[in-house]
């Protein structure tokens, strides 16, 4: 069967899982935000390495034929990601200043994100250089969605060269990578590197997927979309919290497989909607703009009256809202992500991104691929 690229489909689901990594990380304001679903939302971060995998694959599996090729790709990709993460990397910087002003002037401290202990001169250099979700026993620092940027940077990097390297028998090193990640992560011998190795699971489990639909010989049924998603919530209504974490893989890339070969249903078209193809295509800055968002949120309500605290699961102080109120804090909260994400993708993401397309590397690249046989 050819593959058909339901772009908008996939733009729309990897929108609405960045959604809900939003849910994850809201600050419990209310018992009404703690929920299975919210809770074990943070798994959405993997199944957004299935789709990056299977996208590229898509785009690029049978594209990287020199050393060249592989620059431009890298480079790309780094143009992509690289914007987005400094400016808010600098956000986090400027939220570090404000932490010290908070303490200094008014004496209100939060001893589980003190000013610049966590957050250090260290922590910075390894976000500056993509290496804050990479090396071992680190903790997530500054904008800490951002740990998954980094990992996904070096894993595209093992993609192109197995690519350049091994094309012919690239769909088994695929597969090695996958299984073998899976393991190490099954097994309990991470050793630390649980982030790389939690990418490289589900981004070549997503290549393998982009591989797959070429051989399904025929369309999937119209009910296999429905199914899929009705397992997917299924599972993160009943799983307890970090239990069964893995099950997320499988059941990521039966979902996307099931998009992307069924024939069209109500699911599918509902995906085709322009709001939430226009979520998806404001995934990126959402993700990355949402922590600073939830920060600024929470100290709005910390200083906007005399409430209770609670410290949640990271020993952060929370305050307590009523139902009401928390309602009116989470629609908040989401409309100003994404009013920020638009900005951001207009303004930063995506003016730089056609300008790297423009870069002379890039240029040089596309013209050697034209004249090669």
Known sequence: ??????IDELESLRGIAALLVVFFHMPKWHPALMNPVFDNAYLM?????????FVIQTAYG????????????????????????L?????????????WLIV?????????TAPFAVNDLRAFGENLFLLNGVLPGRPLTFNYP????????????IFALTVLWLRAGRLVVFALLATGALALLASGAAAGWENILKCVAGFFLGCLTA????????????????????????????????????AVFPLSLVLVLALVAARDGVVTQALRARG?????????????????????ANQIVRFSGDRAELADASGRMIPQLSLPLTLVAALAVLATVLAVSTVVHLWVEQPLRDRSRRAPLVRRAEAGALKAP
């Open 146 to 157: 951002a740990w998954s940027i980094s990992v996904e940077f070096w894993t595209y990097l």
């Open 1 to 6: 069967m050819q593959p058909i690229r339901k």
């Open 211 to 246: 591989a797959l639909v070429h051989r399904i010989p025929q369309r999937l049924p119209a009910r296999a979309v429905p199914l899929a998603f009705a397992a997917m919530l299924a599972f993160l209504l009943t799983k307890p919290p970090h239990a069964w974490d893995l």
């Open 276 to 296: 939430l193809v226009w979520l998806g295509a404001m995934s990126y800055p959402v993700y990355m703009s949402h922590a600073a968002v939830l920060w600024v």
């Open 45 to 53: 971060v993997e199944l957004f390495f299935v789709l990056s995998g």
């Open 104 to 112: 200094t002037k008014t004496g209100v401290d939060d001893p589980a």
């Open 87 to 99: 400016l808010f990397l600098l956000v986090f910087l400027g939220i570090e200043a404000a932490k």
């Open 62 to 85: 049978n594209a990287l034929r020199t050393g060249a090729e592989v620059l431009r790709f890298q480079f790309l990709r780094f143009a992509r990601l690289y914007p987005v993460h």
